[in-house]
């Protein structure tokens, strides 16, 4: 297996200016659709590696941010201009963050919010307003207290009330009571803020963080009071429905935030347009020091034209490579200045209700036929986009197996390779019934191997598709790539299934949240990472917290979504290679409910380790998808007037470079 440098997992300072060079202008920004759509796919909250990559230039950044701020320079430019790819509208936008209606970036809220604690790379705790986080020895509780010098722009001190803003928003809409019903939160004192989150059952330590760390604070608790006031008056679940519906109408103006002070970050909106939002940095702000700008721009561009034009004319100072890869960057003061994991991991989505996927023999020859060495340097080649090679198939990340994994573990799974291994896969085909007929794999009843591959319109995904549609091909699995826009996708993943394989990305920072169980609109239980869905809402117990197993209903073995065993067995011994069963002398049966309330809940790290190993080898035994690559962010800077934070400080974690405006991390480098 490929070793923990991770392949192509950096960019130099000059490479990645020549890497996008003269490709065809064809990629959106990052993998997201644009707009308000936080995703990791972070979904909201992006995450990262085990901190496997850095920029080649982090020593030399390092020592000239050090430099600035001892010597106090001024600085050169006191406006740093940050461009995000995006139509968005201040004048016209809605920063209500309960409506459906808002369009506002999903990193505005964070900015002018603030956080309170984040997690690095080992997934331990990082302070921005807290000044401690700590959970209970048995997890039945976790105390957050803040620092006391933080005060909303008005000088209102944040109070705790401010900081439960969402979460009684939550509990009045989906509890119908403003107190959550098993896991209270009470507050032990006014100033400086010290709440306590209690749980009914006991919670894993790291998924404690992890729940905090997206808390938001924005807007303060006056744009919520009147709401909340008509949630209390409200005499039945009907009314309090009716309040809802009225406060998600709501709409929140850009001047009503600054006019009301609905902010507590370290930079304020102090004048806007149609496409920009100048900030200006609050001076009593408890990180005023951190930085010497004064004041930075978020330019709003809808287009890979208007940002690149705007970077040839010298005005951009900032950037995430993905929103412009596919154009020429002529600025040659541009450099690749941050270049991190986000934690999320690109790949197939394998429908097993196809007759051919329905086979882990196939499945497996799909693992073997697939060059992920190749997948990289195309990529890097052509987009300029940075990517992690993945080490072997088990659903799971880099930063998954680096955290959780027992030592050795890895090392005892089935290796499919960094590279393809055409004779496998050649060799499973057959054992599975298929032989070629016109370059074509067909089974044992005539059916030849054609399968309908759909993708998001994104830059990587749509590229990486039509590549692996190409690879495929020659192989003998023969595929039809259909771009579609995201609500098209989300129909036929979620409603019609009509289709074979999806390109999709999987994220989280935690096994519990790795492999979760969630929940769309139509009541599917879905184990998050290889589309196991179930029929039954597992709930628990009143009296008990002890994990249990789920009953399905009407005894069904496999679901009816996506085709996938719901209680699937695999050999006990890890590391055998034998898909027959019947052959094996023990075997386990996989219990998603259970295992995932207990990692939820243990208080234990051997046993966390465990259950994340359980659900590894099962995926690398049976291959219910198909893992590409990890996908890396990679940020570009004007380093000849700025000074950019040092990649390898763990507080710089996140694909978006947002967290660096918000902790101060960007200098001017001085006259």
């Known amino acids: 297996m490929q070793d923990d440098s991770g392949g192509h997992d950096q960019l130099s300072r000059r490479t990645w200016l020549s890497a996008v060079m003269g490709v065809g202008a064809s990629a959106l920004a990052g ?18 590696g085990d901190g496997e990559t850095s920029a080649s230039s982090a020593s030399t950044e390092t020592v000239a941010k050090q430099t600035a701020m001892d010597e106090g320079v001024e600085a050169r430019d006191p406006n740093f201009n940050w461009v995000v790819k995006s139509d968005f509208n201040p004048v016209e936008g809605n920063f209500n963050p309960q409506s459906p209606n808002s369009n506002s970036e999903w990193f505005f809220n964070r900015i002018w919010g603030d956080l309170t604690i984040q997690a690095n790379l080992q ?38 009330k401010d900081l439960l803003t969402t979460r009684t928003y939550t509990n009045f809409t989906q509890h119908y009571q403003e107190t959550h019903p098993d896991n209270p939160a009470e507050v032990l004192q006014e100033q400086p803020a010290k709440i306590r989150f209690n749980y009914r059952c006991p919670t894993n330590p790291d998924l404690a963080l992890l729940n905090q760390r997206n808390s938001l604070n924005f807007p303060r608790y006056e744009f919520y009071e009147p709401w909340f006031e008509r949630y209390r008056d409200a005499s039945s679940e009907s009314a309090i429905e009716s309040v809802t519906k009225e406060f998600n109408e709501e709409s929140l103006s850009l001047q009503t935030v600054v006019d009301e002070g609905y902010g507590c970050g370290l930079w304020k909106p102090a004048d806007w347009d149609t496409q920009r939002i100048v900030h200006e940095k609050v001076d009593d702000h408890p990180r005023a020091d951190n930085t010497n700008l004064q004041q930075f721009t978020i330019d709003l561009l809808g287009s890979n034209q208007k940002i690149t034009q705007a970077i040839s004319n010298g005005e951009v100072d900032a950037g995430n490579v993905g929103a412009i890869s596919g154009t020429s960057v002529p600025n040659r003061n541009m450099e690749v200045v941050h270049s991190v994991p986000t934690g999320a991991q690109i790949g197939l989505k394998l429908n097993k209700a196809n007759p051919h996927l329905a086979k882990p023999r196939v499945r497996r020859a799909l693992a073997y036929a697939i060059n992920y060495e190749d997948i990289t340097t195309a990529l890097d080649s052509g987009l300029g986009v940075n990517a992690m090679t993945v080490r072997t198939q088990n659903m799971t990340s880099r930063q998954m197996e680096n955290n959780y994994l027992p030592d050795g573990a890895l090392e005892q799974m089935i290796d499919y390779g960094s590279t393809a291994k055409l004779d496998e896969a050649t060799r499973l085909m057959e054992a599975a019934g298929y032989t070629k007929e016109d370059g074509t794999w067909t089974d044992e009843e005539g059916r030849s191997v054609n399968l309908t591959h759909i993708t998001p319109p994104w830059n990587k995904y749509k590229f990486i598709s039509d590549y692996l549609s190409n690879k495929l091909g020659e192989f003998g699995i023969q595929t039809k790539v259909q771009s579609l826009s995201y609500s098209g996708l989300m129909n036929k993943w979620q409603n019609t299934f009509e289709f074979d394989v999806m390109t ?78 019947s052959q094996v002398s023990e075997t386990n049966t996989l219990e998603p409910f259970v295992l995932n309330d207990s990692m939820r809940r243990t208080t234990s790290r051997e046993e966390l380790e465990d259950l994340a190993a359980e659900f590894a080898w099962y995926a690398n035994w049976a291959v219910p998808n198909l893992e590409l690559f990890d996908e890396v962010f990679t940020h570009y800077g004007n380093t000849e007037k700025f000074v950019f934070p040092n990649p390898d400080q763990d507080v710089y974690h996140l694909r978006n470079h947002w967290q660096w405006m918000l902790h101060g991390a960007v200098d001017g480098a001085g006259n």
């Open 504 to 581: 999709w990305f999987q994220s989280g920072l935690h096994p519990a949240v790795w492999y979760s169980l969630g929940r769309n609109g139509k009541g599917w239980q879905e184990l998050r990472g290889w589309g196991l869905n179930m029929l039954a809402n597992p709930g628990e117990s009143a009296d008990s917290c002890e994990p249990r197993p789920l009953e399905i209903s009407g005894g069904k073995e496999v679901d009816d979504r996506l085709g996938q065993p719901i209680r699937p067995e695999y050999p006990a011994e890890v590391g055998t290679e034998t898909l027959d069963l």
């Open 123 to 160: 997934g331990m705790p990082i302070t921005f307003m807290a000044d401690s986080f700590e959970v209970a020895d048995d997890g039945s509780s976790a105390t957050l207290t803040l620092g006391e010098a933080y005060q909303w722009w008005d000088g209102t001190p944040v109070r705790p």
């Open 31 to 48: 993998c997201s659709g644009g707009g308000s759509t936080p995703t990791g796919g972070d979904g909201g909250g992006p995450t990262n």
